[in-house]
């Protein structure tokens, strides 16, 4: 479907080169399969669609700098990149995608406190970036990002949310989350705090499975 409506997006934009949100919708559809491809495995498509997205998001970033749907999705676009960096072994240029993703998106939530899409997609970020930097050996500025991630995901999960991820994603992503933040602080020697790190992943977990009894992977999760 999103093969579909990209190509009518790309007719629509060669027929007028000058509609901008025809563009912002086409670096939509290109971002959203980008990540799918990621998802399914498919690294050099999800390369090569994330390199079309960012092309598109420049173009349009240059009549309209400020635009906050324009830079966030840039944003998730280099954390995108940086994350498959990450996998490769390139630490310098994945942190400076990190970095630079970070930095946009604080900028947004600065001006834009309540834009619930753009406070999760930073807390993801803040997330890989503290687990690249614990399998660099700094465990404490890992936990210290995933502290900061889980913390503003749960605001998330506790806040009435008229846009942003649904509750189920944000639950997946913080029983996730959470987890990891476990594993961490168990590295760390603080196993209390560990302690509580799991329960809250099992909590959630256990919501989840509630929700959808049959879900294999909510199980594995709780398992």
Wanted: proline content about 3%.
């Amino acid at each position: 479907m999103r093969v579909l409506a990209s190509t009518e997006l790309l007719k629509l934009l060669k027929e007028n080169p000058a509609d901008e949100e025809v563009r912002l919708d086409l670096a939509g559809c290109y971002g959203a399969m980008a990540e799918a491809a990621l998802l399914s495995g498919d690294i050099a498509g999800a390369e090569s669609l994330s390199v079309e997205t960012l092309k598109l998001l420049e173009t349009f970033l240059m009549k309209q700098p400020e635009n906050a749907e324009a830079l966030a999705r840039k944003a998730a676009q280099l954390g995108l990149r940086a994350g498959i960096q990450r996998d490769r072994g390139q630490g310098a240029e994945a942190l400076k995608g990190f970095n630079e993703g970070i930095r946009i998106l604080e900028g947004i939530r600065a001006s834009v406190p309540d834009n619930a899409l753009v406070a999760y997609r930073l807390a993801l970020l803040w997330w890989q970036k503290g687990r690249m930097l614990g399998m660099s050996g700094d465990r404490e500025q890992e936990i210290a990002l995933l502290g900061k991630a889980r913390d503003l995901m749960g605001k998330l999960e506790a806040a009435p949310l008229t846009a942003g991820p649904r509750p189920e994603q944000l639950q997946r992503s913080g029983a996730y989350l959470a987890g990891d933040m476990g594993h961490a602080l168990q590295l760390a020697g603080r196993k209390t705090d560990a302690m509580r790190a799991f329960s809250d992943a099992t909590n959630l977990w256990q919501g989840l499975l509630k929700s959808r009894p049959r879900n294999e992977e909510y199980s594995e999760g709780l398992s």
